[in-house]
């Protein structure tokens, strides 16, 4: 790649690091929220400068003692064992709580020197002890709940920036990288990738420096074939796997797609959001509605749905902190992070 190229696109690669991180003023910047498999009272959110804790359903908050140098940008519960939470940060890699985040500790033997920024934690749906990363140095896995860490990059040479990561529900061998390249497909347990950016973008494009960036991917739990894809240039779906792509959600105001929620028992029905506020589709894609009733701020960087009560969601913005929607994002009511101390 020519040198000019490659200075724009870590540039821009940086630009959209930024951006993900929440680069706003201290905990008005929600980046990462995690809510509880079973229990609807707890839920986790990670601001610029902290992460939080409610048990109350946000009536009230923990905010525990920093546990790194530097930024937490994403946080995750794990499925199976609730009380284990993850965190990846800007600098420090992972950290681990074992016990509802009153302790943390790093877990990073096995990640590359220098990780710079954690995007997003997968856990097998089965095996929750089996998760994927997605940083800025390539996608990483753990066997062993964090323990130790290796490389899953095989086919993605091209690029080094992995931002999402998808796991298909029914058959776990089968996974999506989307990246700063636009997006990959293994179907061996992410030894292997393959890209497939058909109706994406064209392959002359994509080395013109950040051409695309994928930002959030879901899959159809019903039929795992449908996937989407939000990136830095509106949002996608495939019918096929990932053969091909169409360009879908033309009447959102805003390209970039942040985050996507897709509802898990009717798949007829999704929500994503970014700089433009949050969207909803009732027909799998086709048409869309701003859902903005409530919110001080469009800027969206973070959705999700109650497990337990799949007309609640949480949205995380970029500039006036945590709403939540009880009527299935009609309208939308802060939620302030009351923090009191953290327990001992």
Same mark, same amino acid.
């Given at each position: 790649?020519?040198l ?5 696109f ?5 630009l959209l ?6 680069? @706003?003023k ?5 980046v990462?929220?995690?809510?509880h498999? #079973?229990?609807p009272?707890?839920l986790y ?8 804790k409610?048990?109350?359903g946000?009536g009230s908050?923990?905010k525990?003692?920093?546990?790194s140098a530097?930024r937490v940008?994403t946080?995750a519960i794990?499925? @199976? %064992?609730p /009380? ?5 940060? $800007?600098?420090d890699?992972?950290y ?5 985040g009153q302790?943390w500790?790093p877990?990073?033997v096995?990640l590359k +020197?220098h990780?710079?920024?954690v995007? @997003?934690f997968?856990?097998?749906? /089965? %095996?929750? *002890?089996k998760i994927? /990363?997605?940083?800025?140095?390539g ?7 964090g323990?130790e860490?290796e +490389? ?5 040479? *091209?690029?080094h920036?992995? #931002?999402a990561?998808a796991i298909?529900p ?6 999506y990288g989307g #990246?700063t390249?636009?997006m990959?497909r293994?179907e061996? &347990?992410?030894t292997t ?6 109706g994406?973008?064209? =392959?002359? =494009?994509?080395m013109?420096? $950040?051409a695309l960036?994928?930002?959030a991917? =879901?899959?159809?739990h ?12 509106g949002?996608?779906?495939?019918s096929?796997k990932g +053969?091909?792509w *169409? ?5 959102i105001? *805003?390209?970039f ?6 509802h ?5 029905v999704?929500y994503?959001? &970014? ?9 799998g &894609?086709?048409?869309w509605?701003a859902?903005? =009733? ?18 609640t969601l949480y ?12 009527d299935a994002g &009609?309208?939308?009511?802060?939620v302030?992070l009351? /923090?009191a101390?953290?327990?001992?």
């Amino acid at each position: 790649m020519p040198l000019c190229r490659m200075l724009m696109f870590s540039h821009l690669a940086i630009l959209l690091m930024l951006w993900l991180s929440g680069c @706003q003023k201290d905990s008005e910047a929600i980046v990462s929220i995690a809510l509880h498999p #079973t229990n609807p009272k707890i839920l986790y959110v990670a601001t610029n400068d902290a992460v939080y804790k409610s048990r109350d359903g946000g009536g009230s908050w923990e905010k525990f003692p920093s546990f790194s140098a530097r930024r937490v940008t994403t946080v995750a519960i794990d499925p @199976q %064992l609730p /009380a284990t939470v993850y965190a990846g940060t $800007m600098g420090d890699a992972v950290y681990k709580s074992p016990d509802g985040g009153q302790h943390w500790l790093p877990h990073n033997v096995g990640l590359k +020197e220098h990780v710079s920024f954690v995007n @997003q934690f997968v856990f097998h749906p /089965a %095996l929750s *002890e089996k998760i994927y /990363a997605a940083t800025t140095v390539g996608a990483f896995y753990t066997k062993d709940a964090g323990r130790e860490w290796e +490389e899953r990059m095989n086919g993605m040479k *091209e690029v080094h920036i992995v #931002t999402a990561i998808a796991i298909n529900p029914k058959d776990p061998a089968v996974l999506y990288g989307g #990246t700063t390249g636009g997006m990959y497909r293994s179907e061996d &347990g992410a030894t292997t990738w393959t890209k497939i950016n058909n109706g994406l973008i064209p =392959e002359s =494009e994509l080395m013109a420096s $950040m051409a695309l960036g994928v930002n959030a991917i =879901e899959i159809n739990h019903v039929n795992t074939d449908v996937v989407y894809a939000g990136t830095t240039k509106g949002l996608y779906r495939t019918s096929n796997k990932g +053969e091909t792509w *169409e360009r879908i959600g033309r009447s959102i105001t *805003e390209l970039f797609i942040s985050s996507i929620v897709l509802h898990p028992t009717d798949p007829s029905v999704l929500y994503v959001g &970014g700089p433009g506020g949050i969207w909803k589709s009732d027909d799998g &894609g086709n048409t869309w509605a701003a859902r903005n =009733e409530g919110l001080a701020s469009l800027n969206i960087r973070a959705l999700a749905m109650d497990p337990k009560d799949l007309r609640t969601l949480y949205a995380g913005t970029n500039g006036s902190g945590l709403y939540r929607s009880t009527d299935a994002g &009609g309208t939308w009511t802060g939620v302030p992070l009351k /923090a009191a101390a953290a327990r001992s």
